[in-house]
C-alpha cells in the first residue's frame, strides 16, 4: 500500500484532515509533528511544517527519508494572482516556482531548474476531487503557483509578480515543497484556496477567510483521499 504524505503550513490548514484520521502514532522530528495513521483507509504521515521555504524543505525531506512517503500533498491557503481567480476558488499545482530568487544568478549554480511539475495522476486526482466536491459553488483552476518569503499584501509587488511569472497565486512553502520532492523523484501536487487577493487589502481578507479557505482546500484532499 502506498504511504501519502500530507503537510500543511499553518495547524489551521491541516485540522481538519487531523479530525477525520485514524492516528497511530506521533512522533516530533527536527520540531515537526508527523502523525502517522490512516485517512479513508489510506497510510497517511500528516505533518505541519511552519511558514516559509525553509521548514517547507526540511519537513519535505523527512518525510521521504524517514517516512519513505510515495508521494507529497500540500494543501493550504494563498493570495490569488489572476483576474479569474476569487476569494476561495481552489488553485491546483500545473507548476510551482519562486518568486523571490533572481533566475540569472541560479541559472550559474549546479544544478537548477526554474520550475518544478505537478505530478499529472495527482493532478489528475485533485481536478477529480474538486468536480466531486458537495460545494457546487466551488471554483477551481490548474496554474502555476508561486511562493516566497514573504506574505504578499502589496498592489505593486503583486503587479511585479503577475508580469514575470504569471501565476494563480502565491504562498510561502509549495515551490520549496515542490523543489525537494523533485530532487528525490518524489511526485507531489499543491492544493490551495484563496484567502486574499495579496493587495493592499490582503491582511483584512486573509483574517476573514483564512479558515473557510483552509477547510476548502483540505475537503479537496479528502476527496481526494476517498476516491483512492
Ligand atoms: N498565503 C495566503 N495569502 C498569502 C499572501 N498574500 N502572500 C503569501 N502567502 C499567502
Do not use: W
Amino acid at each position: 500500500m502506498k504511504i501519502i504524505g500530507i503537510m500543511g503550513a499553518m495547524d489551521l490548514e491541516i485540522k481538519l484532515l487531523r479530525d477525520k484520521m485514524n492516528v497511530s502514532n506521533n512522533e516530533k522530528v527536527a520540531g515537526f509533528n508527523y502523525y502517522i495513521g490512516e485517512i479513508e483507509g489510506n497510510q497517511v504521515i500528516l505533518t505541519c511544517c511552519g511558514v516559509g521555504k525553509v521548514n517547507a524543505a526540511s519537513c519535505t525531506q523527512i518525510l521521504i527519508d524517514r517516512y519513505g512517503v510515495d508521494c507529497i500533498i500540500n494543501t493550504g491557503i494563498a493570495g490569488g494572482l489572476h483576474n479569474n481567480v476569487k476569494i476561495c476558488d481552489v488553485i491546483i499545482s500545473d507548476n510551482v516556482t519562486y518568486h523571490d530568487v533572481r533566475k540569472a544568478q541560479m541559472k550559474s549554480c549546479f544544478p537548477y531548474k526554474e520550475f518544478f511539475d505537478g505530478d499529472k495522476e495527482l493532478i489528475e486526482l485533485a481536478l477529480n476531487a474538486c468536480k466531486l466536491n458537495n460545494n457546487s459553488d466551488l471554483n477551481y483552476h490548474l496554474g502555476r503557483i508561486v511562493s516566497g518569503e514573504s506574505f504578499v499584501s502589496d498592489d505593486n509587488l503583486k503587479k511585479k509578480i503577475v508580469e514575470e511569472y504569471s501565476p494563480h497565486c502565491v504562498e510561502m512553502e509549495g515551490a520549496a515543497i515542490g523543489h525537494v520532492a523533485n530532487i528525490n523523484d518524489v511526485p507531489f501536487v499543491i492544493i490551495r484556496s484563496i484567502s486574499d487577493n495579496a493587495d493592499n487589502e490582503a491582511t483584512m481578507s486573509y483574517e476573514k477567510f483564512e479558515k473557510i479557505s483552509a477547510e476548502n482546500s483540505a475537503n479537496i484532499v479528502l476527496n481526494m483521499l476517498r476516491t483512492l
